[in-house]
């Protein structure tokens, strides 16, 4: 692979010739009108150290408006801490993270989240003992407040968005039922359902296929390339059956950084990404 070389504060890193087009985005050089009509998510110098080590380590980074993108990396390269970095639940030791226009680094959690930003995390959250339908209803926007829960009668527009939902993410037939009886796959699309229901501009979406089956993995592919017509979506994957069928720009992360980008099948014949993975 072609290599060129950039300057970065603490001295020359070679980055490749695919992640050379972030360099010049970087909100500390451009205008924010020009890097925000391209990214929705931009991330510049961003580091996080544990204990000396860092984490995660980007120089430039971003997503552009409405894609769908998939970040695969070996275990421990950073993929859902850098999550954490942009959902705001881990402050960056280092650099600055935006989003939709603005510089979010030092917003708290919570207002990143009412902001657009979704997050669906690796174990997905669902509470057992509701149904499937009350589960999207306490995720209706405004619904998580102790005074306005699920006590509190839906509007007929709150049922018909949520069998919309329901329809979507084919779990109308399991309406009723408690999510404890839910299979894997069906309780990752009810996750995922539940993040979808506030409409965030963009949804992190951290391993969707683990633990289902093939035919539920298959399902799960689908139904994020259909979502993806109407939001950005960032997901992480390591199922690479579930990649392909995704058929979008992977970024490939490795010991915190970003290594490598392009489709599946470029980064499986990268020596680099190669190594990567067979090094640990
Ligand atoms: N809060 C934390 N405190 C200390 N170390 C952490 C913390 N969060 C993550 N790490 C470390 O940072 C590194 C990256 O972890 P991370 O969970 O982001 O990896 P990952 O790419 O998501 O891996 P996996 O594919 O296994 O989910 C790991 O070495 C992990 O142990
Ligand atoms: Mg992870």
Redesign the pocket.
Known sequence: MSTIETEKDSGTEIISESLKKYAEFRPSVVQSSIWSKKFVLFVENLSVS??G?K??DIPQYGIEHGELRVII??????????C?LVSGK?KPSTGRVYFDGKEITQVEESDIALSGIGRKF?TPTVFDSLTTYENLLLALPGNQGWKSNLFQPESKEEVEKIDEILEKVSLIDQREMPAKSLSHGQRQWLAISALIISKPKLLLV??PAAGLTDLETEQTADLLLELAEEHTIVV?E?DMDFVRRLGKTVTV?NE?QVLAEGMIGEMERNEQVMEAYLGR
Do not use: R, S, Y
């Open positions: 544990f204990d080590f984490a995660v990396g070996p275990n421990g390269a950073g993929k859902t801490t850098f954490d881990t690796q951290d391993e992480i390591h992360l915190g």
